[in-house]
């Protein structure tokens, strides 16, 4: 055998293995799917529970959201980026306000904000009045301590839902990634419906900062060992 061929061979041998050990971004399968979230080659492995935001927002029409930008709600502000939301930094959270008002007004699509936790969301409260005087449709996001920390002297943490229920249609407290799509297609209708006005939406930062992959790949994982104890208290009872 010449030395060409044996090259040839040994070459396409190692683009065989190079491409088994790389596997697919499209690989099926759940086993497949914890691969590709636990190597990283999943395109669906980098996203978080800020996509979910984005993509409600995105199906609303919203086309913009004001914020003064933080930590509490950076996966919002990203995710909203990375799917084409036009991200507005102002200078003071009222303004932010006031800013999704006047979208609200010009377009007749509910305008969102997005604060941070604490002061953040406290020093709106000038402006969601206003939107709640004037009818106008209006969702404003709002970071919060992580679902743990709460009461327990985390970072800005207050009682958000107290200072804001008396002056918006509905307030709602995300607690589990399942519940960020449904409560936040809930708050437009409500924002939009009968009477507009204002509604406040609550995120932890344990909500939103989870990596989606892994938390599908937790969930599975949690069924299958729960599947497991029930087949074997079964069995236990029957001998």
Do not use: W
Not at 86 to 104: G, K, L, S, T, Y
Not at 206 to 217: A, G, K, P, S
């Amino acid at each position: 055998m010449s030395s060409n061929s044996t090259t040839t061979s040994t070459s396409r041998r190692l683009s065989v293995l190079s491409k088994h050990i790389a596997r697919n971004n499209t690989s099926e399968g759940y086993l497949g799917a914890a691969y590709n979230s636990l190597f990283g080659l999943c395109p669906e492995s980098a996203l978080h529970s800020g996509h979910l935001v984005s993509s409600v927002l995105k199906a609303h029409g919203c086309n913009h959201i004001f914020c003064l930008s933080g930590g509490h709600i950076s996966p919002i502000l990203v995710a909203s980026e990375e799917d084409g939301i036009r991200v507005i930094d102002v200078r003071h959270e009222v303004n932010a306000v006031f800013a999704a008002d006047a979208m609200a007004r010009l377009t007749g699509v509910p305008g969102v904000a997005a604060v941070t936790a604490g002061p953040g969301v406290t020093n709106t409260i000038t402006a969601i009045k206003n939107a709640q005087m004037a009818q106008v449709p209006l969702v404003l996001l709002g970071g919060a301590a992580a679902t743990i920390m709460k009461g327990r002297g985390s970072l800005q943490d207050i009682d958000q839902r107290a200072v804001l229920e008396p002056i918006v249609k509905q307030c709602f407290t995300i607690n589990t990634v399942r519940d960020i799509v449904p409560s936040l297609r809930e708050a437009f209708q409500v924002a939009s419906s009968g009477v507009p006005g204002p509604v406040f939406v609550e995120l932890p930062l344990d909500v939103l900062y989870v990596n989606l992959c892994c938390f599908v790949c937790c969930y599975f994982l949690s069924f299958f060992l729960s599947l497991c104890v029930s087949v074997t208290a079964s069995r236990v009872e029957k001998y």
